[in-house]
Structure formats: structure tokens, C-alpha cells
Nanobody
Framework: QVQLVEVGGGLVQAGDSLRLSCTAS????????MGWLRRAPGKEREFVAS????????YGADSMKGRFAISRDNAKNTAYLQMNNLKPEDTAVYYC?????????????WGQGTQVTVSS
């Protein structure tokens, strides 16, 4: 079992930056690909980014490429999502996840989520 705890959300203005952190405990963190997903009000869950234990990354929609960056520090059991030039449409609950199950939005382990609100 893996427990995931996200921190770093908040209320920011358009153009600001935020860094989300996800700390894992339980089973060996290094073995798991980690991911970030989000759910905006009234919308389906959306894949944001993922990273393998050796640092290979995949990003979701083009609207996030170049603004968002996923990283991880295996020594700290922590994954990060750096979000720059935030836009109101980035407003969502952001979830950390571990161990993908074959589709971009299906993961075995989930954090509780952290709210990101971007005002215009």
C-alpha cells in the first residue's frame, strides 16, 4: 500500500506560479511511476503529467505543455508539479497518483487532492 499526501495548492492570480508536492509513504516509492491529474468543476478528470522512477516524463493536453513541469526526488519520496503562468482554466483539484493501470486517468493509489484556484 502507498499513501500519498499533496501540499501546495492555493488561491493565486493569473500569471502566478505554484509548486505542488506529493510525499509518498508505505511501499517503495522508487518503483512507481507517479502522476498528477486534475478535476475542474463540472469536468472529467484530466491527466496532467507523469514521471517514471528514472525521470522519463509524459504531459497531457497541449495547454499545459511548456507551463507545467513534473519532477521527483526519490531520496525524499516526493514528486513535484511546477506550474507557471497559471490561467483561470487551470482551476481544479489536483491529485497525485501512483502506479498507472493502463490508461492516463486510471491509477492504483491516489492522494486526497489539493485545490488550486486561479483568479483572473
Amino acid at each position: 500500500q502507498v499513501q500519498l499526501v499533496e501540499v501546495g495548492g492555493g488561491l493565486v492570480q493569473a500569471g502566478d506560479s505554484l509548486r505542488l508536492s506529493c510525499t509518498a509513504s508505505g511501499r517503495t516509492f522508487n518503483n512507481y511511476p507517479m502522476g498528477w491529474l486534475r478535476r475542474a468543476p463540472g469536468k472529467e478528470r484530466e491527466f496532467v503529467a507523469s514521471i517514471t522512477w528514472i525521470g522519463d516524463t509524459v504531459y497531457g493536453a497541449d495547454s499545459m505543455k511548456g507551463r507545467f513541469a513534473i519532477s521527483r526526488d526519490n531520496a525524499k519520496n516526493t514528486a513535484y508539479l511546477q506550474m507557471n503562468n497559471l490561467k483561470p482554466e487551470d482551476t481544479a483539484v489536483y491529485y497525485c497518483a501512483a502506479e498507472p493501470l493502463g490508461t492516463p486517468t486510471a491509477w492504483r493509489f491516489w492522494g486526497q487532492g489539493t485545490q488550486v484556484t486561479v483568479s483572473s
